[in-house]
């Protein structure tokens, strides 16, 4: 997958969530209209300094995405592996598939 996405160098938390949404609309198609089923939408992405153990989550139920806010405001380069494998584990929750790291899941994250 091609990213075409303007590059920032984030100097606020703002511009970090900018980043992050224009990677979202980018993603989005690839959970839209799929066999299995699609994305429900809206989903929030939010950063957080407590989020310090892991890159991002998912919360389920909520529909909301979690950024490692130090992490990405030191080094973004890897927000778009995370907020795909973030919304793989929304996609599958919203299609009713098991949203765990499973053979699915694998499948779908080497659309990436």
Request: hydrophobic share 40%; charged share 20%.
């Amino acid at each position: 997958m091609a990213h075409k996405v303007m590059h920032l160098d984030p100097q606020s938390p703002q511009q970090l969530r900018h980043l992050a949404y224009q990677y979202f609309h980018l993603f989005l198609p690839n959970f839209q209209d799929q066999q299995e089923g699609s994305i429900v939408e809206p989903i929030t992405i939010e950063f957080s300094a407590r989020v310090r153990q892991k890159l991002g989550l998912a919360f389920l139920f909520e529909h909301k995405i979690r950024l490692n806010l130090p992490y990405f405001m030191s080094d973004p380069c890897l927000m778009p592996y995370t907020l795909f494998h973030e919304m793989t584990h929304l996609w599958l929750y919203d299609c009713e598939l098991d949203p765990g790291h499973t053979e699915r899941f694998y499948k779908k994250m080497r659309e990436f």
